[in-house]
């Protein structure tokens, strides 16, 4: 699986940006896919996750409330929409593909559960 992100950028508190993962392949209902951040001189955070068929999410509760991940499979993307953004969201945001093979399994959201990543994309918030 190759996923790429795209979508971030420079925004004003609370303002909004939507990102979004792209990913190949023809399997791609069997991951559950998450969004993770790593901040300047930070370890990389989690930040959401949503499961193979989409009925599931989970959500690091910094951002509960204002953030939603979604997906669509025939897209094969994953999004993150992104509301009241605060300075402290300043970070570059990867997306991650976890191998469930369809299973319901419980919320992954450390780093190495996740099997493949994205290149980053940076949004930065000004105060």
């Known amino acids: 699986v190759q996923l790429q992100a795209y979508g971030g950028g420079l925004v004003q508190a609370g303002g909004s940006l939507r990102l979004s993962c792209a990913a190949s392949?023809?399997?791609?209902?069997?991951?559950?896919m998450g969004w993770f951040r790593q901040s300047l001189g930070k370890e990389r955070e989690f930040v959401a996750t949503?499961?193979?068929?989409?009925?599931?999410?989970y959500y690091a509760d910094s951002v509960k409330g204002r953030f939603t991940i979604s997906r669509d499979n025939a897209k094969n993307t994953v999004y993150l929409q992104m509301n009241s953004l605060k300075p402290e969201d300043t970070a570059v945001y990867y997306c991650?593909?976890?191998?469930?093979?369809?299973?319901?399994?419980?919320?992954?959201?450390?780093?190495?559960?996740?099997?493949?990543w994205g290149q980053g994309t940076l949004v930065t918030v000004s105060s």
């Open positions: 991650a593909a976890t191998f469930t093979s369809g299973r319901t399994v419980q919320p992954r959201t450390r780093v190495n559960e996740y099997h493949y």
């Open positions: 392949g023809r399997t791609f209902s069997s991951y559950g």
């Open positions: 949503i499961s193979g068929s989409g009925g599931s999410t």
